[in-house]
């Protein structure tokens, strides 16, 4: 990416942008379940439609489906998860699931979900990259440390997280921290 290609990322040639999604993903009323979510009437310029069409059609054909499509997402926005992977996240109440596709090899969309259930991370760092504001709706990093099935400590990093977002994850992160700590 050049300097004028900073918060947009390429999709079938051309550009979606990280501000344009998260402002208007930020304006939906939420919390509404996941189902509702991808069933909602998207009225976005035709880049941008494909992008969230695309993720949302690919997150309803997964086969973990079942499992989260009622719960409510209080949350929703762009987001890389690498520098060579952008997509969407969902901030539910006892977990971050991201849906996300690579940038780079236009030819072969091959669509990812990750989970990042709440009762296997063990901390979560919210920060504001450095140069930009709470303003904007692209300077969060979200680092997602958690053990994996070996028990390795790893850490996942989200990156162009609307930071209007982030006590929404401390609060839902905390609320689950005290239920650990009380239950065992």
């Not at 947009?8 to 979510?37: A, F, H, Q, W």
Request: net charge negative.
């Amino acid at each position: 990416m050049n300097a004028e290609g900073i918060g947009e990322v390429k999709e079938e040639s051309r550009i979606i942008s990280y501000r344009v999604l998260n402002e208007y993903l930020d304006g939906i009323n939420l919390p509404k379940t996941i189902e509702e979510v991808l069933a909602y009437k998207y009225t976005l310029d035709d880049k941008e439609l494909r992008f969230i069409t695309s993720a949302n059609d690919y997150l309803r054909t997964h086969e973990k489906y079942e499992t989260y499509k009622v719960k409510e997402a209080h949350c929703m926005g762009t987001c890389l998860t690498d520098f060579t992977r952008v997509g969407i996240y969902f901030l539910l109440e006892d977990e971050i699931v991201t849906v996300n596709t690579s940038n780079l090899n236009k030819e072969s969309f091959k669509w990812e979900v990750f989970h990042f259930p709440f009762t296997q991370i063990e901390e979560l760092d919210l920060t504001i990259e450095q140069g930009m504001t709470e303003y904007d709706y692209e300077a969060g990093i979200l680092y997602i440390r958690v053990r994996n099935d070996k028990g390795l400590r790893r850490t996942h990093v989200i990156r162009n997280v609307n930071p209007r977002h982030f006590q929404c994850f401390e609060k839902f992160y905390e609320n689950i921290r005290q239920s650990k700590s009380i239950t065992g």
